[in-house]
């Protein structure tokens, strides 16, 4: 059963930087399907960005594209979610969520998820 394991995060200023890792463990291979999830205190879990198998297709939501990138290390057995020109409104926890289904398109959202990590708190300060 794989298991997901974030880090990353922290407190960085507006317009500030950060590299989100997402490392799958308890399987030989990482080939699954991953997406970047996101909630704030207080407001439902938001989708972020999703990357599939072996990383050719990726998406975004419209509230970070073009800031955020997403990428994956597949001998590293990692998924990364580049943050730039962080804004005060980017402030959550962030989770990765893979699932063992198979396919190629990429899943945008979180009911197409079955396997989550336990989250990285992000805070942009302003």
């Known amino acids: 059963q794989v298991q997901l394991e974030e880090s990353g995060g922290g407190l960085v200023q507006a317009g500030g930087s950060l590299r989100l890792s997402c490392v799958g463990s308890?399987?030989?291979?990482?080939?699954?399907?991953v997406g970047w999830f996101r909630q704030a205190p207080g407001q439902e879990r938001e989708y972020v960005s999703a990357?599939?198998?072996?990383?050719?297709?990726?998406h975004y939501a419209d509230s970070v594209k073009g800031r955020f990138t997403i990428s994956r290390d597949n001998q590293k057995k990692t998924v990364y979610l580049q943050m730039n020109n962080l804004s005060p409104e980017d402030t959550a926890i962030y989770y990765c969520?893979?699932?063992?289904?198979?396919?190629?398109?990429?899943?945008?959202?979180?009911?197409?998820?079955?396997?989550w990590g336990q989250g990285t708190q992000v805070t942009v300060s302003s």
């Open positions: 308890g399987i030989p291979t990482f080939s699954y399907r």
């Open positions: 969520a893979t699932t063992s289904s198979r396919g190629l398109d990429v899943l945008t959202t979180d009911a197409a998820y079955s396997i």
């Open positions: 990357i599939n198998w072996p990383g050719a297709r990726t």
